[in-house]
């Protein structure tokens, strides 16, 4: 369930997009996927169509056609203000984040960082107590 503070941030967002609600088409789908038969058997699955700019989102997140409706909304404000505004949504940055993480280094990068670790355990070799 959404809060009612949660909605009315929504709200804001789609404002700042110009995002009306008598410009969206929406409809529902059958679910599917983990969830069992409450999934299956309900038209939980929010499709928005956005016609002044032509996008289109589709939410499944939870079970909750309620729920699925507000954060389809916020998902598709959050699209129009990316394309607009070059603003990019917490998602994309997430996407974004992890793909710099993943990216190879340079043969330059991974030498520099195998010589650091090189001279600390250097360092730390000097501290060891010799026993002689």
């Known amino acids: 369930m959404i809060s009612p503070e949660t909605i009315e941030r929504i709200k804001m967002l789609m404002i700042e997009a110009s995002v009306y609600e008598d410009d969206l088409d929406e409809s529902f789908i059958l679910g599917g996927g983990p969830g069992g038969q409450k999934t299956n058997k309900t038209s939980n699955v929010v499709r928005l169509f956005h016609e002044p700019s032509?996008?289109?989102v589709r939410c499944a997140e939870t079970r909750s056609r309620e729920t699925n409706r507000w954060l389809?909304?916020?998902?598709?404000?959050?699209?129009?203000?990316?394309?607009?505004?070059?603003?990019?949504?917490?998602?994309?940055?997430?996407?974004?984040?992890?793909?710099?993480?993943?990216?190879?280094?340079?043969?330059?990068?991974?030498?520099?960082?195998?010589?650091?670790?090189?001279?600390?355990?250097?360092?730390?070799?000097?501290?060891?107590?010799?026993?002689?």
């Open 54 to 56: 032509g996008l289109s």
């Open 72 to 132: 389809a909304r916020r998902q598709l404000a959050e699209l129009i203000l990316e394309r607009e505004k070059g603003v990019k949504s917490a998602e994309q940055q997430k996407r974004e984040k992890i793909r710099r993480q993943k990216r190879r280094r340079s043969r330059r990068q991974k030498q520099r960082m195998l010589d650091d670790k090189h001279a600390h355990s250097e360092k730390k070799a000097l501290r060891r107590q010799k026993f002689d």
